[in-house]
């Protein structure tokens, strides 16, 4: 569940934070007063996190954003935990960044709402809120979810290999101390045989005793 929750929650934060502070960096170069697609600079980090999470859009709480947010988080870790030991599937990094995609979708599509005068009109949730920052609730979303998809398929590849590396070594450890003793005298066997080509060492020679004066003499032949 951590590993889908860390890239969605640092790509969210990187994107919000960058977002407003380059806008603030252009308007002090440029002296101008905004720069589309990025957040006013007179905007707050909040205003510009909250335009991430679609509550600009129209009168969704922030509670709801939080629990669609939630739920992306909950269906990847399932997804991915049901891929069988193989590697980051499209499908659990799709389903972690659904929650931005819905959200740039619905703020692109709620732009289109003031030209439906007839008797076909946009609900009420759907309507943007006045003053609201639609096309940074779009660029934002979709940078947001190209950033969280990257970071959660590195992330995800990682753990994968680091999964399949403790299975590899889980099977050629021995399972019991037989298997283990086994092992162990075999090693020895093979150690004991002498390969092609290298010259085996002379026997030690055995130890018989601290030579005294007397022996010496006898082995010289002398007096």
């Known amino acids: 569940l951590l590993l889908a929750l860390a890239p969605l929650l640092g790509g969210f934060l990187a994107v919000a934070g960058g977002g ?3 806008s603030r960096g252009l308007a002090a170069i440029s002296d101008q007063d905004g720069m589309a697609p990025l957040p006013s600079p007179s905007a707050s980090w909040s205003i510009a996190a909250k335009a991430l999470l679609g509550v600009s859009v129209g009168s969704r709480s922030l509670y709801a954003a939080i629990a669609l947010q939630c739920l992306c988080v909950c269906l990847a870790a399932i997804v991915q ?3 069988g030991g193989r ?4 499908p659990a990094v799709v389903c972690l960044v659904f929650g931005a995609l819905a959200t740039a979708l619905l703020a692109l599509i709620g ?3 003031k030209h439906l005068d007839g008797p076909v009109k946009c609900p009420a949730w759907l309507e943007p809120a006045e003053g609201a920052e639609w096309q940074w ?8 979810a190209v950033a969280s998809a990257a970071a959660a398929w590195g ?7 680091r999964d399949r590396d403790d299975a590899v ?6 399972s ?7 092992l162990s005298s075999g090693s020895a066997r093979l150690n004991n045989n002498v390969p092609f080509g290298i010259v085996p060492a002379t026997p030690p020679r055995r130890y018989a005793g601290v030579p005294t004066r007397g022996s010496s003499r006898e082995s010289d032949g002398s007096p």
């Open 20 to 22: 407003v502070l380059l």
């Open 111 to 113: 732009q289109e709402c």
């Open 155 to 161: 992330q995800l590849r990682r753990q994968w290999r």
């Open 169 to 174: 070594g889980k099977e050629s450890a021995p």
């Open 176 to 182: 019991s101390p037989l298997q283990a003793a086994t």
């Open 87 to 90: 590697s980051p599937r499209a």
């Open 81 to 83: 935990a049901r891929a």
């Open 137 to 144: 609730s779009v660029f934002g979303s979709l940078l947001w």
